[in-house]
């Protein structure tokens, strides 16, 4: 089994940046790539970003080019999601994710249980 645990939540002013980590134990060598999905107050999930195992392959939604970027320390099994000009739209439950590979990133296999981030107006 693989565990995720979220981290770097929190409230922040619209324009303002959080940086979110996710720290991977256990079976961490089925993890070939790792990413984030989040989820809006009645709205489903979405994906946010994917990272490859060697760091080297991400992918981004449209709604996050340019502003966000997700990065790994393969040292330490953590993938982070560093989010800048944020605004109200990226309110949301944000879920760091794993599979064997960036492709399956679209509908990984593991979850982790999510962290709030809330951004005020």
């Known amino acids: 089994q693989v565990r995720l645990v979220e981290s770097g939540g929190g409230l922040v002013q619209a324009g303002g940046s959080l940086r979110l980590s996710c720290a991977a134990s256990g079976r961490t060598l089925t993890t070939g790539a790792m990413g984030w999905f989040r989820q809006a107050p009645g709205k489903e999930r979405e994906f946010v970003a994917a990272?490859?195992?060697?760091?080297?392959?991400?992918n981004y939604a449209d709604s996050v080019k340019g502003r966000f970027t997700i990065s790994r320390d393969n040292a330490l099994n953590t993938v982070y999601l560093q989010m800048n000009s944020l605004n109200s739209a990226d309110t949301a439950v944000y879920y760091c994710?794993?599979?064997?590979?960036?492709?399956?990133?679209?509908?990984?296999?593991?979850w982790g249980q999510g962290t709030l981030v809330t951004v005020s107006s």
């Open positions: 994710t794993a599979d064997t590979s960036l492709a399956h990133m679209g509908s990984p296999g593991y």
């Open positions: 990272i490859s195992r060697g760091g080297g392959a991400t």
